[in-house]
């Protein structure tokens, strides 16, 4: 057995595009594990089953645009006649990729074999939701309950990477509040710390309609979002983002990039002849390691405009190969070409989110 580490050197981590991560609903909920948490009889369900709907059916998420695909919802405290009868409040019709189930294995006792059972049979799946967290779960010791919290927080975010989706898991708050509302979710930080987002619905007061979601996480900005229950539809309405900025505009070498390569249709050298080569092409002056950086940081945009973006290193020196697959009109996102990097930083999502 081979002991040593697939370790990455810092110059090639830098220079090579890796896979953007895929957004689910746009800025809001990434592929990976993430926890909704609310007091009981909050709303928590019906939001999730709200989310599962513009999912599947491919709806924004008030403004936030979202990655159409199969959705999976364990909902393990209900029974299948309430599923109807709220999909029946909330929705005319419930799309066929949108599954629900009422029972399931528990952890460590046979559910990661029935949740990697049905993702291939439903290779398209981007969502899991499951409600809740606790039902799942083995009576653990109490004699570690952070290894007993993190282990089996850690199982499930190894599926959500390992397929590339997002995973959500309904959760409870503690009944001591706390003015970081982070701190209310039940449990050892194992939960809240291994997880990749936290969201926090907490109603105003109680017996009210109007609640805040509190959102953070390692690949959002932290925000809150005012919402308000609607009685009549049963769902949460938006009514104000904490999240105002302006959106940031796009890079002009992108489009020089790709006014560039609509006539070349592709081009393989270095950094430094690439940003000669756009220099006749624009006004702007680039020095190659920072054109090197912008062409990483704004890798899914190259995806957008059809632009395949590859980087490796011959004898003694450093290529770009960069060519125009298509003209990003029809969608498509171009798989990109990740060259001898460690399996865990290589390996391509198998369900793009």
């Known amino acids: 057995m081979n002991q040593s580490f697939k370790a990455i050197d810092g110059a090639t981590l830098m220079t090579t595009p890796l896979p953007p991560i895929r957004f689910v609903a746009s800025e809001l909920l990434p592929q990976g594990l993430h926890i909704l948490a609310g007091a009981p009889k909050v709303g928590k369900s019906w939001l999730a089953l709200w989310l599962c709907l513009c999912i599947a059916k491919g709806e924004p998420l008030w403004t936030f645009a979202v990655a159409q695909g199969g959705v999976l919802y364990l909902c393990l ?3 299948y006649s309430r599923i109807q009868n709220r ?3 909330i929705t ?19 559910l990661e074999q029935q949740v990697e059972a049905f993702l291939v049979e439903h290779p398209d799946t981007v969502l899991i939701v499951i409600d ?4 799942i779960r083995n009576a653990g010791s109490d004699a570690n309950p952070y290894a007993s919290d993190y282990r089996d927080i850690g199982i499930l975010k190894s599926i959500a990477d390992k397929h590339g ?36 619905l907490r109603k105003d007061r109680r017996g009210g309609s109007s609640a805040t979601l509190y959102c953070t996480g390692r690949d959002i900005e932290y925000r809150e979002l005012m919402l ?17 900025a302006e959106p940031v505009p796009a890079d002009s070498i992108i489009s020089v990039l790709s006014a560039f390569l609509a006539e070349r249709r592709s081009f ?12 006749e092409c624009s006004e702007e002056s680039i020095a190659p390691a920072a054109l090197t950086k912008r062409l990483i940081r704004n890798r899914e945009e190259l995806d957008r405009r059809g632009i395949s973006y590859e980087s490796s290193r011959t004898r003694d020196r450093r290529e770009l190969r960069l060519s125009l697959t298509h003209d990003g009109s029809d969608g498509k996102i171009e798989t990109v070409s990740v060259p001898n990097l460690p399996s865990q930083l290589s390996q391509p999502s198998q369900a793009e989110v």
């Open 77 to 79: 405290e209900d029974s």
């Open 87 to 89: 999909l029946l409040d």
């Open 92 to 110: 005319d019709d419930a799309p066929e990729n949108l599954f629900f189930v009422t029972m399931s294995a528990k952890l460590g006792s046979g």
């Open 132 to 135: 809740t967290l606790q039902r």
């Open 165 to 200: 989706i997002a995973i959500l898991l309904i959760h409870h708050l503690r009944k001591m509040n706390d003015d970081d509302p982070m701190n209310m979710i039940s449990g050892t930080t194992g939960i809240s710390g291994a997880t990749d987002s936290n969201f926090v």
């Open 228 to 244: 308000d229950f609607d009685s009549g539809t049963h769902i949460w309405k938006l009514i104000s983002d904490s999240v105002t």
């Open 268 to 279: 393989v050298g270095t950094a430094t002849e690439l940003a000669e080569a756009l220099q």
